[in-house]
DNA sequence: GCAGGATGTCTAGCGTTGCTAGGATGTGGC
DNA sequence: GCCACATCCTAGCAACGCTAGACATCCTGC
């Protein structure tokens, strides 16, 4: 109530965001395998016990990482739309904006489409910005277009399935525009 | 050399694949989670380091798991190609049963081409098995395509995004079928 | 100004993980 | 029959996610 508890409840609000952060950068660095709670705990200068203060656990902070990354993304793929002068490529922009997305920050990748999550896909809790994200791909395609939901899904899932063979290392990295080239040419019937 | 060393020879072997084998049914039962090498120990009814005179870690048993994997699922698509009728329909078909192998063994699957793996993709110490699964691929492209391998890869690249999303969730499994059909008919041309 | 209570933080510890060292057991060869 | 060797298990290490309970600190009301 006072300016005081106010004070605080602004302390409290960025130390969260501390704490997203750290994990999100160790994450980077060296991965989520190396994101244990007692090294996120020394990373912020505060006792492990902290974090669960602020967070139901490990996996919690996790999804808190990737709801960051779901609003940059979309932010990300709605600007690569905006800015493709003509129609036509806007799918093959949206496309690149997203692999870029995957391959410069593949934890957070990571953590938003491929490690086990609770977070609510197609559904009426899912987060606004990971809806927005996919309106984006929905957007590319016409708006006649009766299937265009069920085309961006293939796209996106397409872009997905190389993004993550290639950060496994089970495809090489190194073709990934032809491999978009291909995806958008064939999918979005645009040669 | 004996005859009894020989015994010994085929037990270790027998064992080998116990320890295989039950991994994989603990992992597709309760998920690779579960698998710890106390419950595999237990499982096999051997003690934890018995594990560690077959494998070098647990890594080195998923490994092996995935590798028995690779070749049941060359297998299937093999079959699946032989046995379509008309060779347009050869790709649905291959991509039909690597989604029903995706779906029905999910933790194998994972062990294949999710999880991280030192496992060799596209070179030259990549196992026979797994490369004969790619060239499924490759075979239902014709031989005058001179991109029917980028084909082959974009086509099993995107299967595998359908196939994980909605593994973990991110897409509804109903619509599989749906997707398949966009993914085949667009990139193989064939509607 | 000072006691009382609430709030916040830390130390210490629990059960489990992957993995390993060293001792016990039992078999094979001379 | 005895020694040497191979095999296997018990016990333990460090690190994991997570939590209970003690300690300190700060605000409130008299």
Same mark, same amino acid.
């Given at each position: 109530?006072?300016?005081?508890?106010?004070?605080?409840?602004?302390?409290r609000?960025?130390?969260?965001?501390?704490?997203?952060?750290a994990?999100?950068?160790?994450?980077?660095?060296?991965?989520?395998?190396a994101?244990?709670?007692?090294?996120l705990?020394?990373?912020?200068?505060?006792?492990?016990?902290?974090?669960?203060?602020?967070?139901?656990?490990?996996?919690?902070?996790?999804?808190?990482?990737?709801?960051?990354?779901?609003?940059?993304?979309?932010?990300?793929l709605?600007?690569a739309?905006?800015?493709?002068?003509?129609?036509?490529? /806007? $799918?093959?922009?949206?496309g #690149?904006?997203?692999l870029d997305f995957?391959? !410069?920050?593949?934890? %957070?990748?990571?953590?938003?489409?491929?490690?086990?999550?609770?977070?609510?896909?197609?559904?009426?809790?899912t987060p606004a910005?990971?809806?927005?994200?996919?309106?984006?791909f929905?957007s590319?395609?016409?708006?006649?277009?009766?299937?265009r939901?069920?085309?961006?899904?293939?796209?996106?899932?397409?872009?997905h399935?190389?993004? /993550? $063979?290639?950060?496994?290392? #089970?495809?090489?990295?190194?073709?990934?525009? !032809?491999?978009?080239d %291909?995806?958008?040419?064939?999918i979005?019937?645009?040669p």
């Amino acid at each position: 109530m006072s300016a005081i508890s106010e004070r605080r409840e602004r302390e409290r609000a960025q130390r969260h965001q501390l704490i997203i952060t750290a994990a999100r950068e160790l994450a980077e660095a060296e991965g989520w395998e190396a994101v244990t709670t007692r090294r996120l705990a020394e990373r912020v200068e505060y006792s492990q016990p902290v974090l669960y203060s602020h967070f139901d656990g490990k996996d919690a902070i996790m999804r808190a990482v990737a709801l960051e990354g779901f609003a940059e993304l979309a932010d990300r793929l709605r600007r690569a739309r905006l800015a493709s002068t003509e129609p036509s490529r /806007a $799918l093959h922009a949206v496309g #690149r904006a997203y692999l870029d997305f995957a391959s !410069e920050q593949p934890a %957070l990748y990571q953590a938003m489409f491929v490690l086990p999550t609770d977070v609510k896909f197609a559904h009426a809790e899912t987060p606004a910005s990971l809806r927005a994200g996919f309106d984006e791909f929905v957007s590319c395609f016409e708006a006649d277009n009766p299937r265009r939901e069920l085309f961006a899904e293939v796209t996106w899932s397409a872009l997905h399935g190389i993004a /993550a $063979l290639a950060k496994s290392g #089970r495809i090489p990295p190194s073709g990934q525009e !032809e491999r978009l080239d %291909l995806i958008v040419t064939r999918i979005a019937g645009t040669p």
